[in-house]
C-alpha cells in the first residue's frame, strides 16, 4: 500500500514538471520528499530489531537517522525499489553477517 502511495508521489511529481502551471518544480520535488520522509518515519517507528537489527540500532542517532533516511530516498527515487526493500538492503549493508567475498 505505501508502495504504492510512493509511485503514486512520484507520478505526481513526473506530471507537474511538464505542467508548470501547477506548481513549481523545486516546489513539488520538496513536496513528494516530504511525504517520502513521513513514510519513511512510520517504518522507522516501528523498526524490527529481529529483523533489521543494525537499523534498527542505527536509527537511534540523529546521524544515523539521517544516513538511513538518505538511503532509502536514494533507492526509492533511483531504482523500482519500496521503502521496506530499501531498508532491507540498509540492512544487509551494514550487517556484517552478509558480507560475501
Do not use: W
Amino acid at each position: 500500500m505505501l508502495l504504492m502511495v510512493v509511485k503514486l508521489l512520484i507520478i505526481t511529481h513526473l506530471f507537474n514538471l511538464t505542467n508548470p502551471k501547477v506548481m513549481t518544480t523545486s516546489n513539488k520535488s520538496e513536496q513528494v520528499i516530504l511525504e517520502l520522509k513521513m513514510v519513511i518515519k512510520e517504518y522507522m517507528d516501528y523498526c524490527n530489531e529481529k529483523n533489521t537489527p543494525y537499523v534498527c540500532k542505527l536509527k537511534q542517532t540523529k546521524e544515523g537517522y539521517k544516513a538511513i533516511e538518505d538511503f532509502i530516498i536514494n533507492m526509492v527515487i533511483q531504482t523500482d525499489k519500496s521503502v521496506s526493500e530499501a531498508i532491507v538492503e540498509k540492512e544487509r549493508i551494514l550487517n556484517p553477517n552478509y558480507l560475501t567475498d
